[in-house]
């Protein structure tokens, strides 16, 4: 099947549902219809209103994963306080993605976790996922996280 035809369906695989949702993608309306419809409420819960399409959603998502004129992808500082579990972050030169006390270290060549250490108390982390996504999470999404970044 060719692939990045508009209007036709790409499969895409992810580690986790939490790589997924940091590269600025949502649940597959089609193949994970009761994720899809459980995002649709939390980001209607998180951003005011009713459920929206996927369309809207994604033209959302589609602007957050922005880039500056060198093509590096702009990240938004929040503070770690605020941080909900499925979260990916900068932690130094590494993406990590926030799961309960720690950060664990992902490693996109290899795709897997590796390295935990203990999340940060306080100031602020320069956040990779789409902040639209991060106010679903914190608006109560269960993300699906690989075991062994817990």
């Given amino acids: 099947m060719a692939q990045w035809h508009p209007k ?3 499969p895409l695989f992810f580690l986790d549902e939490a790589v997924a949702l940091a590269a600025g993608h949502r649940p597959c309306a089609e193949c994970r219809h009761r994720a899809f419809t459980a995002f649709a409420g939390a980001w209607a819960a998180a951003h005011g209103g009713e459920p929206r399409y ?3 959603m994604d033209a959302v998502l589609h602007a957050e994963r ?3 004129r060198h093509g590096t992808r702009l990240l938004t500082a929040m503070p770690w306080a605020d941080l909900p579990d499925g979260v990916f972050v900068m932690d130094g030169e590494d993406p990590a ?5 720690q950060l664990t270290r992902y490693d996109a060549i290899s795709n897997a976790y590796g390295a935990h250490r203990p999340r940060p108390r306080s100031g602020a982390a320069a956040v990779i996922t789409p902040p639209s996504t991060v106010a679903v999470l914190r608006a109560g999404y269960p ?8």
Avoid at 97 to 101: H, L, M, Q, R, W
Avoid at 143 to 150: G, L
């Fill in 8 to 10: 036709r369906y790409t």
């Fill in 54 to 56: 996927a369309p809207e």
């Fill in 66 to 68: 922005r880039r500056d």
């Fill in 97 to 101: 993605v926030v799961a309960g006390d």
């Fill in 143 to 150: 993300v699906q996280i690989a075991d062994e970044a817990r």
